[in-house]
């Protein structure tokens, strides 16, 4: 019943509100000639993460590796 409830007040407030979104939709856009270089720094992380990661993770692997044999070395 909360569910009903709960959908039939969101369908009624996009009913309401959609139309006065529709005609603001840029009103919160501002663009800039910052926006494209925040768009390229984001782009630039969200590529290059991963390789960092994987060569953090690669490094870890390799001191335990090297860890390993030392132990294994001095038995």
């Known amino acids: 019943m909360v569910n009903l409830i709960v959908r039939s007040w969101l369908a009624g407030a996009l009913v309401v509100f959609a139309p006065m979104a529709a005609a603001d ?3 919160y856009m501002h663009v ?3 926006t494209p270089w ?3 720094i984001f782009l630039m992380i969200a ?5 960092f990661l994987m060569g953090v993770l690669y490094w870890k692997s390799a001191m335990r590796r090297n860890a ?4 294994s070395d001095e038995n």
């Open 47 to 51: 590529v290059l993460f991963p390789f």
């Open 68 to 71: 390993e044999a030392d132990a």
């Open 25 to 27: 939709s840029y009103r």
């Open 32 to 34: 800039s000639i910052e």
């Open 38 to 40: 925040t768009i390229f």
